[in-house]
């Protein structure tokens, strides 16, 4: 839902000093993950993974000792108690420093796992998610993605096709368009920076001069930067700023909202046998990393987004996974985007191998998504999945 906001064509930098609006920075210390806090209003305990925690057993023993169920493995401590109980223990364990850290942490995690995630403040107006998450439409000017490669691609540079697509999702109820010039299937080889420019300008440039919410999807700054300027409101990295330590120092000069993923690998090695020991709490951390790492360049944390990256160097179980717990991710404070669209897992578990035909298991994917406190989806299929939306959302806010 757009709440307030002018239409631009070229996004400006965030004025010195400005307070966007959102939570208060999180605070310094360990990765807080909560994976129930339902009864927490009422008094009742929290289900939270605590990870870099100092002297996890020590809080650990303290815990359990008044009755808390704890499990506790190096520097992590699994438990559940009442946030106060949880902070009372520390204090037991490591005295009062370490007694208000944990306290500050863990309410923060609880509190965000709780409310809505924060508005999103763009070049073109700040939403709210009061009506369910933002839906953000996929535009790919590519030869060889794995659902559309080819549809929307014109290797003469000629990109109506494109743009007018984009514009039917926008008509379709998509507020953000997701314009990307680089495949990223599994084993796709990547694209020379000049090539991506010459495939998405165009493309952004027009639907910016609409007055449209344009994401540009790559992992090079230069791309970024040069979308940026051409009129793109946000940047969404598959990286993470993985495959261009210039990407981070790029958005945080430009001021646009930043779409941090987690992937295994790169496109071309991610699905070579992933593994992982605990892939919940390993992509939770990574992202909370992330958060840090784009912090201390200078990406004000009310500007990120967050992405576990369904489908990039996950298993068919991994995804699941993440999909069960994904607001586990929600206890970042930050809003959460989730991309399942066509994806292949979709195709094993429903047995649907034509991408463009897995209609019901993306518009499924999607509605559980919002359910699970997702703030944007990732969608080919738009005018399906904002009418599922509207459901889910019905569902969730009935008195």
Known sequence: MLVTGTRGRVPSPAAEGTVLPGRPPRPEGPFVRVEDATLVRDGGGVRVVISRLPQAQQVGDAIASGGGQVDVEGDRLRTVSTPSRI????????????????????????????EPP?????????????????????????????????????????????????????????????????????GADPVPEAEELRRVMPVVEALASDGIM??????????????????????????????????????????????????????????????????????????AETVERAAHVGIDRNRVIVD?????????????????????????????????????????????????????GSVVSAAHAALCGAAIVRVHDVAETVRALRLTHAIATAT
């Open 308 to 360: 576990p990256g369904i489908g990039f160097g996950k298993t068919v179980d991994h995804n699941l996974a993440l999909l069960r717990s994904l607001r586990d991710f929600t206890s970042l404070g930050r809003p959460v985007l989730v991309g399942t669209s066509r994806k292949s897992f979709l195709g094993r578990i429903t047995g649907v191998e034509e991408p463009a035909e897995r209609l019901i």
């Open 87 to 114: 902070a009372s223990a520390a204090g037991r364990a490591g005295g009062p420093e370490l007694a208000e850290l944990i306290e500050a942490t863990v309410d923060y995690a609880v509190d965000a796992w709780l």
């Open 214 to 287: 344009v994401s540009v999807d790559t992992s090079k700054a230069q791309v970024a930067r040069t979308a940026v300027e051409g009129g793109a409101a946000l940047v969404n990295d598959i990286s993470a700023g993985a495959l261009d330590g210039l990407m981070l120092p790029t958005v945080a000069e430009l001021g646009v909202p930043y779409v941090a993923m987690h992937m295994r690998g790169t496109p071309r090695t991610m699905q070579r046998d992933p593994r992982y020991a605990d892939v919940v709490g390993e992509v939770f951390d990574f992202l």
């Open 118 to 186: 924060p508005p999103l403040v763009t070049a073109v107006g700040t939403f709210a998610f009061s009506q369910g998450p933002l839906v953000m439409g996929v535009v790919n000017v590519t030869p060889d993605s794995f659902s559309d490669g080819g549809v929307l691609f014109d290797p003469d540079g000629d990109f109506k096709a494109a743009i007018e697509h984009a514009r039917e999702l926008v008509a379709a109820g998509a507020q953000v368009i997701d314009v990307g010039g680089e495949s990223t299937r599994p």
